[in-house]
């Protein structure tokens, strides 16, 4: 597997900045939450599946860690899933019921030309591009997130997600610089929907989108979303991650499905991760896993 975003400096500089521990194990982050009293818990998104588990019981210890969270980097399909998943279950992990990154994804190929990533999409999806075209849709990558920002509100409430406040949203992302790229798209002036897209390396992740209810009538979401196909790769990505779609495992997940329906008519592969893994050190804390 590709390198996830969540292992990039610059993501987990966001959590330093607001007062967890940074350690890196191997290569892979890990972050530490120091709470008052009663110790530390520990989260690793989507790090290296063989990472040292001796090692991590020994950054827990010395941090005094009574939770540890554990997401790899790793797909249902791989050959050493069975081991992996036998050396965390000896370990003392346990699947949890909760899972923060998604656990299960679309990634599209972008190595093909525009016509073949156009002929792999579904009947609708081109037909409402040929009807599009003629809508006078203007498209530009945008420089500030606060013009997309109240859109982007609207459409987690809507759609029942949580929006980080704009500060946050800002502080994650503007760190990577000319690799996040806001597409802002428009008819007669007015701001119908944005995408915002993580160019990084071989991989495009899509990160936030959304749309005015103007632009829902419109059928605005299809041509937003084959803009940022084509956006991630003129970025020279080979890969375009959708950045999670419903799966029946986590209940958590059921508010993707309308979603995830959209996201399946742009083609791609569907990928399965092994899921979210959690360990208490009291017994008590075990009961945690369907929270954290």
């Given at each position: 597997?590709?390198?996830?975003?969540?292992?990039?400096?610059?993501?987990?500089?966001?959590?330093?900045?607001?007062?967890?521990?940074?350690?890196?194990?191997?290569?892979?982050?890990?972050?530490?939450?120091?709470?008052?009293?009663?110790?530390?818990?520990?989260?690793?998104?989507?790090?290296?599946?063989?990472?040292?588990?001796?090692k991590v019981d020994e950054v827990a210890k010395r941090h005094r860690a009574f939770l540890i969270k554990i997401e790899p980097n790793l797909t249902t399909s791989d050959p050493s899933a069975?081991?992996?998943?036998?050396?965390?279950?000896?370990?003392?992990?346990?699947?949890?019921?909760?899972?923060?990154?998604?656990?299960?994804?679309?990634?599209?190929?972008?190595?093909?030309?525009?016509?073949?990533?156009?002929?792999?999409?579904?009947?609708?999806?081109?037909?409402?591009?040929?009807?599009?075209?003629?809508?006078?849709?203007?498209?530009?990558?945008?420089?500030?997130?606060?013009?997309?920002?109240?859109?982007?509100?609207?459409?987690?409430?809507?759609?029942?997600?949580?929006?980080?406040?704009?500060?946050?949203?800002?502080?994650?992302?503007?760190?990577?610089?000319?690799?996040?790229?806001?597409?802002?798209?428009?008819?007669?002036?007015?701001?119908?929907?944005?995408?915002?897209?993580?160019?990084?390396?071989?991989?495009?992740?899509?990160?936030?989108?959304?749309?005015?209810?103007?632009?829902?009538?419109?059928?605005?979401?299809?041509?937003?979303?084959?803009?940022?196909?084509?956006?991630?790769?003129?970025?020279?990505?080979?890969?375009?991650?959708?950045?999670?779609?419903?799966?029946?495992?986590?209940?958590?997940?059921?508010?993707?499905?309308?979603?995830?329906?959209?996201?399946?008519?742009?083609?791609?592969?569907?990928?399965?991760?092994?899921?979210?893994?959690?360990?208490?050190?009291?017994?008590?804390?075990?009961?945690?896993?369907?929270?954290?």
């Amino acid at each position: 597997m590709e390198r996830d975003y969540r292992q990039y400096a610059e993501y987990n500089s966001f959590f330093e900045a607001r007062g967890w521990v940074v350690e890196k194990i191997n290569g892979t982050f890990i972050l530490i939450k120091q709470l008052p009293f009663v110790g530390s818990i520990i989260k690793i998104q989507r790090g290296d599946p063989k990472i040292p588990l001796q090692k991590v019981d020994e950054v827990a210890k010395r941090h005094r860690a009574f939770l540890i969270k554990i997401e790899p980097n790793l797909t249902t399909s791989d050959p050493s899933a069975p081991a992996i998943l036998k050396n965390l279950k000896s370990f003392g992990y346990k699947e949890s019921r909760w899972a923060p990154c998604p656990t299960r994804t679309i990634h599209i190929d972008l190595t093909p030309d525009l016509n073949k990533l156009l002929a792999q999409t579904t009947r609708d999806v081109r037909k409402y591009l040929r009807n599009n075209r003629g809508k006078s849709f203007e498209f530009r990558q945008g420089k500030n997130l606060e013009d997309f920002y109240p859109l982007l509100q609207k459409a987690g409430k809507t759609k029942g997600y949580a929006v980080p406040r704009i500060e946050e949203l800002k502080s994650r992302w503007e760190v990577f610089g000319n690799d996040i790229k806001l597409l802002l798209g428009y008819k007669d002036g007015k701001l119908l929907g944005g995408s915002l897209t993580l160019c990084r390396d071989a991989t495009a992740a899509g990160i936030y989108m959304a749309t005015s209810k103007e632009g829902l009538v419109q059928h605005f979401p299809y041509s937003l979303m084959w803009e940022s196909v084509k956006l991630s790769k003129e970025a020279g990505c080979r890969i375009l991650d959708l950045d999670g779609i419903y799966d029946p495992r986590y209940r958590t997940h059921t508010s993707w499905k309308g979603l995830s329906k959209f996201k399946r008519k742009f083609g791609g592969r569907e990928i399965e991760f092994v899921g979210s893994f959690t360990k208490g050190k009291f017994l008590p804390f075990n009961h945690l896993n369907d929270f954290f």
